[in-house]
């Protein structure tokens, strides 16, 4: 069992949260989107990446947290998943990049069963690194069409 994995950590609104950076594909600085019709609000929309039409989700609304304005800081990150079989790219806008952390399988604790704004489903676990909690996602989950894209009520806002 491998011992360490990297993670590229970023803010959203004000937790830091990371990602195994095997899945990212690349950063870039926020850039307008071609809008589709019916879709949830956090889906933002469509990009075209050299011949690939990746979604755009922001990642604040998809938790049901507050949006922000995005500015020249706002960045998206663009994740691939590893599975040959049924790949998938997404974009994430978050609200910022912090760092990339090394972390022992031993370091990542499980999250607590308790009520969250962020599904389950998204969390690894947490790592505690220098007195502050990095909340880990799933890659897995995040790159996943059936998670990433199951929508509830409140995800779903009349398009003006």
Known sequence: MEQEREYLTFILNGEEF???????????????????????????G???????????????LRFGQ????????????????QDKKRPMVVGIIVDAVSEVYKLDHKAIRKP??????????????????EEKLIILLDSNSLLNHDELYTVNKESVMAND
């Open 18 to 44: 990371g990602v195994d950076i095997l899945c990212v594909q690349e950063l870039r600085v926020w850039s307008s989107v071609t809008e589709l019709p019916n879709k949830p609000n956090y889906i933002k």
């Open 66 to 81: 507050t949006p922000l304005e995005y500015n020249e800081q706002t960045v998206v990150i663009i994740l691939r998943n």
């Open 112 to 129: 607590p069963e308790f009520g969250n704004s962020i599904e389950s489903c998204f969390l690894e676990g947490l790592a505690s690194i």
């Open 46 to 60: 469509v990009i075209n990446l050299r011949g690939v039409i990746i979604p755009i989700i922001d990642l604040r």
